[in-house]
């Protein structure tokens, strides 16, 4: 089990990097590819997810758009261009970061 | 995947329904979330009473209050809430991403190839203080500047507007620094703020520098506090050549005055 500390910063950029890679999703299918490409091992809560996609609202970094699916209302989330920005930014920042503690950690790959 | 009939429906409705601090357009996301979940469920031969069991169970009254104390609020007086507990289980420790990488930004040292990085997953986000580098060299008090926060009559369209922050008069060419660590969200023409640059900080703090003569970033740069981003000018809706300066915090302008050493 992992300290949630560990991936509480990451969120934003996880979302950023499927928004860039999909186009437009909304919240469920957010959570449904995060599963499928962590194959299992992560499971985003709605407690998580959704003030992280509001919080990229406000921020200016994502728009949003509904559309009338099934008998209700679906929210859709797109990046605006500074998201297009961010997302690129925070990805790069993160796989920095994670070469730089791979050497200071020396951390072996072979798992 | 066959959609839910109108009473099964209406059944997952009425139980958002029960939780009374749950408003639209909360609501309509969670509802469509919770219909997801139990289509899902569904899809997978589950009865629709097992199916709407667990997900009463993902999704009940404590999450509800989580979720709502998260989200940001629209006063910017009020402090955002953290996140709340994350109860995000992992199994394992691999992660692997796709092989794609973005299209620009790549880190000069590329001797571990994204595939074989382990599956580490570090805090990006610390806990930044308020930008508080001072962006001019002219001193940071409020005796220095010539405008400051609140409602004023704007010098040049002569209307009572909101001064969405602070300005110091200063010769053009006059070096401007970034007030905090970051990176560049925009960066160039803007209206009637001439040449502009916008930085966010983290997930609060943004700041603004306006009527600039050059901008030196681009969007997507890393900036630290105290960098040379920019120099003064008066493009845009300006009268003389200064730095129009702002904070953003959750959304809304703030008296940067507040910020500053």
Not at chain 2, 104 to 113: G, L, M, Q
Not at chain 2, 233 to 259: D, F, M, Q
């Given at each position: ?14 979302v ?28 985003l ?19 949003t ?20 920005a ?26 | ?72 609020k ?16 992992l ?36 806990d ?19 405008s ?65 003569s050059e ?47």
């Amino acid at each position: 089990m992992h300290d949630t500390e560990l991936l509480k910063g990451t969120l934003k950029t996880i979302v950023l990097r499927l928004l860039a890679e999909e186009g437009r999703m909304y919240g469920y299918q957010i959570t449904q590819r995060v599963r499928e490409l962590s194959a299992g091992e992560l499971e985003l809560t709605e407690g998580a997810l959704y003030p992280t996609l509001h919080k990229l609202e406000k921020a200016g970094l994502v728009t949003t758009e509904k559309e009338r699916v099934g008998g209700r209302m679906r929210k859709y989330y797109r990046l605006s261009p500074q998201g297009q920005a961010s997302a690129t930014t925070y990805l790069a920042q993160f796989q920095h970061f994670v070469l730089v503690m791979n050497r200071v950690l020396q951390l072996k790959t072979d798992q | 995947m066959s959609p839910l009939t109108p009473e099964q429906l209406a059944a997952i409705t009425h139980y958002l329904d029960r939780l009374p601090r749950l408003t639209p357009p909360l609501k309509e996301e969670l509802l469509d979330h919770l219909c997801c979940a139990v289509e899902d469920q569904l899809a997978r031969g589950a009865s629709f009473a097992d199916a709407l069991a667990q997900v009463q169970g993902l999704m009940n009254e404590n999450e509800v209050d989580e979720i709502i104390h998260s989200l940001p609020k629209n006063r910017s007086k009020m402090i955002q809430a953290l996140l709340g507990v994350l109860t995000i289980s992992l199994t394992g420790f691999l992660f692997p991403w796709p092989a794609a990488t973005p299209p620009s930004v790549v880190p000069d040292t590329a001797e571990c190839p994204i595939s074989e990085l382990p599956a580490l997953m570090p805090p990006l986000v610390v806990d930044w203080a308020p930008p508080s580098h001072c962006p001019i060299d002219m001193g940071c008090t409020e005796d220095r500047t010539s405008s400051g926060f609140g409602m004023r009559i704007h010098p040049v369209t002569n209307e009572e507007v909101l001064h969405r922050g602070i300005d110091w008069r200063a010769p053009l060419g006059t070096p401007v620094y970034a007030a905090g660590p970051g990176h560049v969200m925009q960066a160039g023409q803007n209206g009637q703020y001439g040449n502009y640059i916008r930085l966010v900080h983290d997930d609060t703090y943004q700041t603004a520098y306006a009527h600039l003569s050059e901008v030196l970033v681009k969007v997507g740069d890393t900036v630290e506090a105290g960098d040379l981003i920019g120099r003064v000018g008066s493009s845009g809706a300006s009268i003389g050549s200064h730095l129009h300066y702002e904070v953003i915090k959750n959304g809304s302008p703030v008296n940067p005055i507040a910020y500053l050493p």
